[in-house]
């Protein structure tokens, strides 16, 4: 190792203990960390609650609450799109999509009508504090939100889910995680350092974690690595994710009161990847000439197109 990368070795380390000192400093004397000062704005934009009608394939499965958050840029349909039409091939899902805005798009409310799944959509912005933040917390807004409404909506009987629109998934897993009782977990691939995020099993149980950004985390996950049981949520006297970057699925996992032990181990025993944390390429807002095109599809299609935010 060169003396550069003992440097940049050792300017890492210490700033994370610094980190998870200061956090724990204010945790003890100035309260919890990553909670807002001020309320959150939610809006409610639009829902279908489908009932199961007994005797039906699907009676007494337990629903799986799917949480997406979503934030208006040119790929924000295409992979909305993909995801939904991917839940659609899932028995028993209520799909939540909360967007980072403080009104409703209505092209992703006409995308969940088109798509027939029982849905909620909710517009819930980041607090303007944290988007000065070096390290924006992004998605915790609509997850937080997302929260509330399913302890106060949510079958007891249900599994909750966060699923992020850049995610690919097996729809295997969805059958993995639906008998959650409190917190069931899985490998994450193409994510981090060891391209993977896993918990470390042995003989069944839970006894580590294999993640290439450890960072002082209790639980070393991806925020698709995990599902929790909403009768164990609801009984949780004060769930929350914190505003801080890398940290979100760490700070939510031990407001649960959860031990390593109660982890359930899905996929063959965590051998397996069943979802996938992938990236789609970002593509820049374009501002479009459309002075030879007033009269014909070209502006039209640019009025769509600037609706679901690919252009501006």
Known sequence: MTRRQ???????????????ILTQV????????????????????????KKNLSGTEEDGMPIIYVVTPTYRRPEMIAELTRLGQTLTMVQRVHWIVAEDS?????????????????YTHLATPMPDIYRKERYVPRGVSNRRAALAWVKENGDDN??????????AIDIRLFDEMRS????SMWPVGLIGDYTVSSPVVNDGKVVG???GWPAGRKFQVDMAGFAVGVAYLKKQKKVTMPYIAGHEEDGFLKSLNLSVK????????????????????????????????????IKLLTDNMREMGMIK
Not at 158 to 167: A, C, I
Request: charged share 20%; net charge negative.
């Open 6 to 20: 003992r440097i940049v070795m050792v300017v890492i380390v210490g700033g994370s203990l610094i980190y998870i």
């Open 26 to 49: 204010y945790l003890v004397f100035g309260g919890a960390p990553g909670e807002p000062p001020t309320p959150e704005v939610r809006n409610f934009c639009s829902a279908v609650i």
């Open 102 to 118: 403080s009104t409703c798009t209505s092209a992703i409310t006409n995308l969940l009508q088109r798509l027939g799944l029982p």
């Open 158 to 167: 249900g599994v909750l889910f966060f699923l992020d629109d850049d995610n």
């Open 180 to 183: 959650t009782d409190k917190v």
């Open 209 to 211: 974690f294999y993640d």
């Open 262 to 297: 109660d982890i359930e181990v899905r996929a063959d025993g965590c051998t397996t990847i069943l979802v996938w944390h992938t990236r789609t390429a970002k593509n820049p807002s374009r501002l479009l000439k459309l002075d030879h095109h007033q009269n014909d599809n």
